[in-house]
Structure formats: structure tokens, C-alpha cells
């Protein structure tokens, strides 16, 4: 009788063994991140009905749908988005915190790199790198794990969404030059475009239609079939998939942005978009299978961010929304401090960067000004403001009497050498509008669901098939995609894996 106990506890030991062995061993040959700039969540109910079978839909017939992805940070901006999704972090910790931003009172654009070179044509447009980047990503983690032996190559027509989500320590990064109709990258990354690149380069150059549109192809469908061309051509060029250890792709779309800034989220622009992206999806799919097949790759599909629909679109649907007027806004606010001081001041607001004020404080400084009056004037006036709900001092964030969720968001999106001084919250359905913004389109930035609902659907690899309501999180996408490989996360990941994937 014990013979046999002991005979079956062995087998158990050697199951378990081998189960366990199998399971640290197997991974996908190659994960594929896929950002869809400004993509609301509720297009994927708007336009299911239009979607071919291959693109998106099949993301959700065969993968797992999160239903309830939230972005936990404010403001809900492009580059924000695309490093929280790939750093599993929030401004707070990974350093990104806008398109623009402040680093010590100095402006910068959030991957500008005068350091560095062009590389694939002539232009400036290369002058770029991870440099304010913080955090390590997914693809600096998995070529960590592997001692840099992976791939990690990120693709977009915008610098930001290219380098980004590619991290620190990418074999590559590609981003369009439009007037040249090429994709170039960086002397951060290389010296010179390998030959796939200059040969797909070649054939951009050979479209009449490419060339013709110049710096207009942003506003067009076509943006984000170059961008599927090019990621496609990574694939095949780079024999992605095709190693010992798995690689990565971030693909990042940035038409559907572009085009909802110009004519917002209803209308035949962006119908056309969404169209032509799940095409070029089922292209992207279509590549994946060939090259690497059927069930052997992970691809995740969000957005870094959604967007208000147009104001003057609510107001003839009897329904609240309208403009914060940006140059009228920053005019006021300096002759509200003026006023109270009792005499002419030199301006002393900085910058306006996504509802964030930036002051300047050798400005305020140099005029004797105490910097918390100066605070206190400007938030004083912005919550006498029309359809301005609150206006907090980032330093006293926590004692404003404000809601516990935007508070928490607010945190989270606070660096405190990058954010600023003061963030204010219009009402539901106001945004910042400029002189120069389209009267027709939208923008992004704030907490509401409309900015911070987005799709997160998850296919492939291990993936089970399903949906989910329970809320999770922009900073989730990292520690799941992370514990699917068996690596270590990002280095400043505060997400949580989505344990209904990774089980």
C-alpha cells in the first residue's frame, strides 16, 4: 500500500515536473502592440456592423474584449497614452507628461533630440529619442530577459508613437517624413536604414499619390495603410518571430487622431478611416499568419486616448458642451493678476499645455511676487470662470475639495519637476479650444468617459475568448502582456496583469 502511495506521488511530481517546465518554456514567437490614436470605445459597437471579419472583429470572435478600460491619469494625451500602455506606469513615475510639457522651466516636445541625426532622408525630422522617457517599457524588458537577443521595433506615422512605445534599448524605431515621402528613424537607433526600409522607402516613393498629398496624407486613410506597409515590411524584413526568443512590433495608427482633430467623431472622414484601418488590420493579421502562424503571436489593440465629440455638434442636439477659449482664457488670466496687484505685470504664465498652467517662476521672482498669491489669483479666476468646474495647486492636491477619482487621476498624471503648477477640470462636454482649431473637429485631454474609456482587446497566443465589465486600467496592458512572457515588468509599472487572460 505504501509502494503504490509512493509510486503515484512520484508520477505526481514528475506531472507537475513537466507541467511546470512547459509552462515557463512555451511563449508566442512574437507580441504585437497595436495603439489606435483617438479611437473611442464605443466605435468598436458604432462601426461592428462595417467591419470586415478579419480586422476587428476578428480581435473580438476569437480574443477577449475588456469592456472596461479606463485611463487612470490625467490629462489623457497621445504621448501619455502610448507610454502608459507600454510602461504599465503614469506621468507621475515614468516622466512623460504630455506632447508638451516643461522639464525645470524649459519647454520641450516629449522626444525631441537635438543630439541626435535623420537618418533616411535630409530633413530634421529624425532629431529624436526615448531621452525624457523615465521608465523601461515591455520591449525593454523583454530584451532584458533574453540579454537583448529579441526584437523590438516600433512603427507610426508620429515620431512620439513610434519611439515611445519601443522603449529605451529598441533595435528600431520608424516615423514618417511626409514631405519626403519616406519613413525615417534616428542615429539613436542607427546609422543607416537597413535595406527592407530602403527598399519599402522606394516604392512610397514611386506612389504619385503619396508624394502628391505632401504633408496632407495625415488626413487621409492612405496614413494608416503606409503605416501597415511599413510594419509589415518590419515583419518580413527583420525575420520577426522567426528567432530563438520572442520579439515585439508596436504599431501605432495616428490618422484616426489626426482626422478626428480636423472633422471630429462623426462624419464620412472618420467613417472612412475606421473603415480602411480594420482593412489594413486584416493586411497586418493576414502577414502575422503567414509569417509566424495561426495562434503563435499575442496582439493587444487600445487606444491612448478617446475624444469629446464636436462642441457645437452637442449644443444643436440640445445637449451641454461648448469651447474653453484658449488665447481669450490666458489673455484674462493675466489681467486678472495685473488687477490684483495694482499694477502692469509681465506675463507670468508660461505656458497652457492640456488644462495645465505652467508658470514662470523667475518671472514671478523678479517682480516681487509671491508665488502662492499668484496661485491662488489664477485659481480664484478660473473657478469664477463659466463652465470651469475646478482649478487645483498641484501641491495641494491633496486638500482640494474636489472628487476622489479626479484627485487620484490628478496624482497619478503629477510629475513634479514636468507638470506644471495649477490643473483645472471644465464641465462635462467643454474643452480647450484655440483660434486655430478646426470649428468642425475634436480634442482630448480631460477625465471624462468620452477621453478615457478605450478599447482594450487582447488576441492569440493563450488568449481565451471572451469579455469582461470589470474595470481595468490603461497600466494593466503591461504587467499582463509581461506575465503571459514569464518576465519581469516595467520598472516603474503600477497596473495590475488582468488575471482573466492570464490564467
Not at 516681487?368 to 495641494?396: C, H, R, W
Amino acid at each position: 500500500m505504501r509502494k503504490n502511495i509512493l509510486i503515484h506521488l512520484f508520477i505526481l511530481a514528475c506531472a507537475m515536473n513537466t507541467y511546470a517546465q512547459a509552462f515557463f518554456d512555451e511563449k508566442p514567437k512574437i507580441v504585437v502592440g497595436i495603439v489606435v490614436d483617438q479611437m473611442r470605445w464605443d466605435y468598436l459597437d458604432r462601426y461592428y456592423n462595417r467591419f470586415t471579419e478579419d480586422g476587428f472583429r476578428r480581435m473580438i470572435s476569437e480574443g477577449y474584449s475588456c469592456n472596461n478600460c479606463l485611463i487612470n491619469y490625467l490629462p489623457t494625451i497621445t504621448s501619455i497614452g502610448h507610454t502608459s500602455a507600454y510602461t504599465g506606469s503614469t506621468p507621475a513615475l515614468h516622466g512623460i507628461c504630455g506632447n508638451n510639457f516643461m522639464i525645470d522651466g524649459e519647454k520641450v516636445y516629449c522626444v525631441t533630440d537635438k543630439s541626435m541625426e535623420t537618418v533616411g532622408s535630409s530633413s530634421s525630422k529624425g532629431k529624436a529619442s526615448p531621452k525624457n522617457l523615465l521608465a523601461t517599457t515591455i520591449g525593454d524588458q523583454l530584451r532584458l530577459h533574453t540579454d537583448f537577443r529579441s526584437k523590438v521595433i516600433g512603427v507610426s506615422y508620429k515620431d512620439r508613437a513610434a519611439i515611445l512605445p519601443a522603449g529605451h534599448s529598441a533595435n528600431a524605431a520608424y516615423w514618417f517624413d511626409d514631405k519626403n515621402a519616406c519613413f525615417v528613424s534616428s542615429t539613436y537607433y542607427m546609422k543607416e536604414l537597413p535595406k527592407w526600409a530602403k527598399n519599402q522607402n522606394a516604392i512610397f516613393g514611386k506612389n504619385k499619390e503619396i508624394k502628391e498629398l505632401g504633408d496632407r496624407i495625415s488626413k487621409t486613410p492612405i496614413c494608416g495603410t503606409i503605416i501597415t506597409d511599413m510594419a509589415i515590411a518590419a515583419l518580413e524584413g527583420e525575420q520577426l518571430g522567426k528567432g530563438e526568443t520572442t520579439d515585439m512590433l508596436c504599431v501605432s495608427y495616428s490618422q484616426t487622431d489626426i482626422i478626428g482633430h480636423e472633422w471630429s467623431t462623426r462624419g464620412q472622414h472618420t467613417d472612412d478611416a475606421y473603415i480602411q484601418l480594420d482593412k489594413d488590420l486584416a493586411r497586418l493579421f493576414a502577414a502575422l499568419d503567414k509569417q509566424v502562424g495561426k495562434g503563435n503571436y499575442v496582439a493587444f489593440l487600445t487606444a491612448d486616448h478617446g475624444a469629446a465629440h464636436n462642441w457645437k455638434f452637442m449644443q444643436e442636439n440640445k445637449l451641454h458642451g461648448g469651447p474653453w477659449l484658449y488665447e481669450e482664457g490666458r489673455e484674462n488670466i493675466e489681467k486678472a493678476i495685473s488687477k490684483h496687484f495694482g499694477k502692469e505685470l509681465k506675463p507670468v504664465i508660461a505656458a497652457i499645455y492640456d488644462y495645465r498652467l505652467f508658470l514662470n517662476h523667475n518671472t514671478i521672482k523678479e517682480q516681487g511676487l509671491n508665488l502662492q498669491e499668484v496661485k491662488q489669483v489664477i485659481i480664484d479666476y478660473l473657478i469664477s470662470s463659466p463652465n470651469v468646474n475646478f482649478a487645483i495647486d498641484f501641491q495641494n492636491v491633496m486638500n482640494a475639495s474636489i472628487p476622489p477619482i479626479l484627485r487620484d487621476r490628478i496624482l497619478m498624471g503629477y510629475h513634479p519637476r514636468r507638470s506644471g503648477d495649477i490643473i483645472f477640470i471644465p464641465e462635462p462636454g467643454y474643452y480647450e479650444f484655440s483660434k486655430l482649431s478646426s470649428p468642425v473637429g475634436t480634442t482630448h485631454g480631460e477625465w471624462n468617459p468620452y477621453d478615457a474609456h478605450i478599447p482594450l482587446l487582447f488576441m492569440g497566443w493563450k488568449i481565451p475568448h471572451g469579455a469582461t465589465s470589470r474595470e481595468v486600467h490603461i497600466t494593466d496592458i503591461a504587467p499582463t502582456i509581461c506575465q503571459l512572457l514569464h518576465i519581469q515588468q516595467p520598472n516603474a509599472c503600477v497596473g495590475e496583469a488582468i488575471t482573466e487572460i492570464t490564467k
